[in-house]
């Protein structure tokens, strides 16, 4: 049977997705820049997501297990140093899982069948703090996303976001967009660089009003404290006094929760165990199950 229009339409496009090189040019950026914008996009529709709770914080947070395997490894007193500070550590790895485990079960991520899910976790689907917080989502029998992005040294997403709902960007710009653009809330846990830059970005997008307010908790009041002299920008006038106001400090997972409300994060009601039927089973997904579909991440030429 002769092909219709159609047909021939689709066939031609698939020939050039085919076709490695074509999509790889130059040329082609915006389009592959476009396509990751559209990947995450469709599944978040799919999957009801109105919007999310972001967490920030550090990749190298450690584990309970990890701390626990570091502290019966440890021999010399530099392991057993790095191991006494991996114990310290991980009890910020509880505090975000425990603080997601609240998200989830109190902000409506659990939303009835067809229902829109709003204030679904969503992290850099990365280890530690990230990994932390897709983990409590997942004990609270609710989706949440891991917006994870390639690097040149292998790693994979955590064990914990939600399959459909984690995605490799090969864009560090449209990974941060898609974190930004649903975000009624942020919790920023200590972290390093990458963190730093996740929150001062949303902060100078809030303060520049390119986006709306949104209530924004720093977790650790020892941490932030000492790490940016906040005081100092508004005596140097680098930032307005009223800027400060722009996040709170917090220092318990219940404490974030109500801060977050209390400076307008609206919480969907509870839904009780009969009306989840978007609960999903607790469990670490087994390794053949966690990584997504491919996706054109990997162009050769330019990024
Ligand atoms: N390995 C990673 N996977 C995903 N996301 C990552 C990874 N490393 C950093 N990030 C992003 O940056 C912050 C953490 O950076 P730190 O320098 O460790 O503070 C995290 O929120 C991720 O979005």
Do not use: C
């Amino acid at each position: 049977m002769p092909e219709n229009g159609a047909q021939k339409r689709s066939r031609s496009f698939l020939l050039a997705v085919e076709d490695q090189d074509f999509l790889l040019r130059d040329e082609m950026r915006p389009f592959r820049f476009g396509m990751e914008y559209a990947k995450a996009e469709f599944a978040l529709r799919d999957w009801g997501v109105r919007s999310t709770i972001v967490v920030f914080g550090s990749a190298r947070t450690p584990s309970p297990e990890r701390a626990q395997a570091m502290a019966e490894a440890a021999r010399g007193p530099a392991e057993k140093r790095a191991a006494k500070r991996a114990a310290e550590q991980s009890r910020l790895y509880e505090d975000a899982r425990a603080f997601a485990r609240i998200v989830s079960l109190r902000g409506g991520a659990l939303a009835a069948s067809g229902a829109p899910r709003d204030n679904v976790i969503a992290t850099g689907g990365g280890p530690g703090i990230m990994e932390a917080a897709n983990r409590g989502a997942s004990e609270a029998g609710a989706p949440s996303i891991g917006f994870n992005i390639t690097l040149p040294h292998e790693q994979n997403p955590n064990a914990w976001s939600t399959p459909a709902l984690t995605f490799r960007f090969h864009y560090f710009a449209m990974r941060k967009m898609h974190l930004a653009m649903r975000a009624n809330a942020l919790a920023v846990f200590p972290g390093g660089f990458g963190t730093f830059d996740e929150l001062f970005e949303l902060l100078t997008l809030v303060q520049t009003s390119k986006a709306s307010p949104r209530p924004i908790v720093l977790y650790g009041r020892a941490f932030w404290e000492n790490a940016v002299n906040f005081s100092l920008l508004v005596e140097q006038g680098m930032i307005d006094e009223h800027d400060l106001s722009l996040f709170e400090i917090v220092d318990t997972p219940e404490e974030a929760w109500a801060s977050l409300l209390r400076r307008g994060l609206q919480a969907a009601p509870v839904a009780t165990p009969q009306e989840m039927p978007g609960m999903l089973p607790r469990r670490r997904r087994p390794a053949a199950e966690r990584m997504p579909p491919p996706v054109p991440d990997k162009p050769k030429r330019g990024t």
